[in-house]
């Protein structure tokens, strides 16, 4: 589990400096119970949560499980600089427009062409890439598959 934990933070830790500017750091929540449509992490304009149990129930990888942290980074950038903001009324806005007030929270073929999750997916990679180059993290360790309990 610390090993984990320890790869979590320095991918965290690294990614915040690069891209952060002058937005305070989020917090990192480990949770170990299962959520709705077996998500992976969520990222706010604080926090960045990833759902281990989805983890494990689906048997990822530390590479999957790194690829979560960049995309939820990106979502809290999203957050942190206006691009992304919801409304008291469930109303999204994606860099200032209204967008189509849909079932975002079912993670479906909806959910998944909203643009917010189309720029997380595109920055995961950049942010992923980035990480390989400056060596954050170690290629011969991603194929391990995510088994701990963190409690």
Known sequence: MEEYKS???KVLNFLHQKYGGEVAKP???LTDFPVRHNMLGEGSSDDIVL???SFKERRLTAHRLTEAICHEYRHFIQ???GMLDVMSND???WKGRKIKNGDYDNPG?????APWEKDARNHERIYFKTLLKARVINPSKLNKKVKFNIF
């Open 7 to 9: 790869l979590c933070n």
């Open 27 to 29: 917090s990192l929540i």
């Open 51 to 53: 759902h281990l149990y």
């Open 79 to 81: 957050w942190n600089t």
């Open 91 to 93: 109303d999204h806005y």
């Open 109 to 113: 073929k909806e959910y998944l062409s």
